[in-house]
């Protein structure tokens, strides 16, 4: 596997792997149509957006690193209640 699909794999550094998952696992399952899709695809951004703001917070804190590793990511997400 290349190195930069490496780094999206890492749950470390990326933190919207399953809504990835499964947004390809749709069109995989609907011949490609996107209009079958919208819903995993509005989940996957709103994933991307929350996660950013998150690590603009940080940088803006001056905390390091910027994007939370997976364990804390956890602890954030089950202190929130659904954030996306």
Known sequence: MPRHAQHLRDHDINP?????????????????????????FLKYKSCRKFWHGIMMQRRRNGVKPEMPAAEERKKILESMEKPY
């Not at 919207?16 to 996107?34: H, L």
């Open 16 to 40: 919207c792997i399953a809504e990835t998952d499964a947004s390809r696992k749709c069109m995989d399952d609907n011949n490609y149509n996107k209009d079958m899709c919208t819903a995993y």
